[in-house]
């Protein structure tokens, strides 16, 4: 199906937990709706070329693969087991774009807290029950090892309990379900969070540019997301154990202080994590007055 090039049409989810945090992205980066109403399936772009199509995130994978729609915001799970369901198929393939850095989660295999795990060949000859089975399938497949696995919709945790699996394949994130059903995560599969999923071919036509341009703008609110300004004086002997603590600050700007030929003042743009142990450690470098600002805006 040819879909109109003049729009993009972004497929997330209605309602669940990637919902509120993929519309505040959009609207960050400055893409408004003319329907704020989370009932209607179909948002037309308010002063943009940008649409939004709201569903069940286990359809957005293949919505964009039918070319309904040209991307989507998903769980990296969701996008990496349709894929694979899809291989093989006349579906357009898919690919990640971006990492949203948020709803981050892992697949993760669990067994009862009694069992002793010496590895994974330990579910050689057991039933796993897991809503992935494409991509439980394939970890399985590297390892060589044959067990079976029972696919379920939903409830995975308690398959055990019911008699249904002697191991799971589930999705983690504090770990509280695990541990309210008795069991252990024993096995990482893989590290999800919400990313933008798009065909992986160009649309070949004026969709390329308006992916472009959504990119940069989305880009942009991530990297001021992960941006804080961090404000502070230091002695000039002490200036490089300081800058040795803020790797990440891409070309800081230091200058003089007025009345001290001893001090400098850093300003510094730092792009990783500022946490209480940086700046404690960068106080016991020398570092004085120390100030962490948020950036509301980033022109590079
Ligand atoms: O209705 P719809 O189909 O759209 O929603 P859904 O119910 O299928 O999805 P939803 O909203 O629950 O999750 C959407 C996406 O959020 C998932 O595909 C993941 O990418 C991401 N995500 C992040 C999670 C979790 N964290 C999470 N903890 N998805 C599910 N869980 C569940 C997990 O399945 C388990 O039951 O939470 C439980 C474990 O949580 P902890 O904190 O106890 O470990
Ligand atoms: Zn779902």
């Keep these: 199906m040819s879909r109109p ?3 993009l049409r972004v497929a997330m989810q209605k309602s669940g937990r990637l919902s509120d ?3 505040n992205l959009l609207k960050q980066a400055g893409f408004q709706f003319r329907s704020n109403d989370k009932d209607q399936l179909f948002c037309y772009g308010d002063g943009c070329a940008v649409d939004l199509v709201l569903v069940r995130d286990d359809d957005i994978p293949q919505l964009i693969a039918e070319n309904v729609c040209d991307l989507g915001i998903v769980g ?3 996008l990496q087991e349709k894929a694979l369901e899809l291989r093989g198929t006349s579906h357009a393939g898919l690919q ?3 990492p949203l850095a948020f709803g981050g989660c892992r697949l993760s295999l669990a067994v009862p807290n ?3 795990w010496r590895g994974p060949s330990d579910l050689d000859g057991r039933r796993i029950a897991t809503s992935y089975p494409e991509l439980l399938g394939e970890y399985l497949q590297a390892r060589g090892i044959d067990a079976d696995i029972v696919a379920l919709k939903g409830s995975v945790e308690i398959a055990i309990k019911l008699g249904k699996a002697d191991a799971i394949c589930d999705l983690v994130s504090s770990g509280a379900t695990l541990v309210a059903n008795g069991l252990k995560e024993t096995e990482i599969l893989l590290q999800s969070e919400a990313v933008l999923a ?3 071919t160009p649309f070949g036509d004026g969709r390329d540019a308006l992916l472009a341009d959504f ?3 989305i880009d942009g609110v991530m990297k001021v997301q992960a941006s804080k300004l961090i404000l502070c004086q230091t002695g000039k002997r002490e200036l490089n154990a300081v800058l040795r603590l803020l790797p990440d600050a891409a070309a800081p700007v230091i200058s003089p202080v007025w009345g001290d030929d001893e001090a400098l003042n850093v300003q510094a743009l ?3 994590a500022v946490t209480w142990q940086r700046l404690e450690a960068m106080k016991s470098a020398g570092a004085r007055g120390l100030m962490v600002l948020p950036v509301e805006k980033l022109l590079a």
């Design 215 to 217: 990119l940069a703008r």
């Design 198 to 200: 798009c065909q992986n």
């Design 270 to 272: 730092c792009t990783s």
């Design 114 to 116: 009694g069992l002793d």
């Design 76 to 78: 990296r799970n969701v």
């Design 5 to 7: 090039s003049d729009r």
């Design 21 to 23: 945090p993929a519309r």
């Design 96 to 98: 990640e774009l971006m």
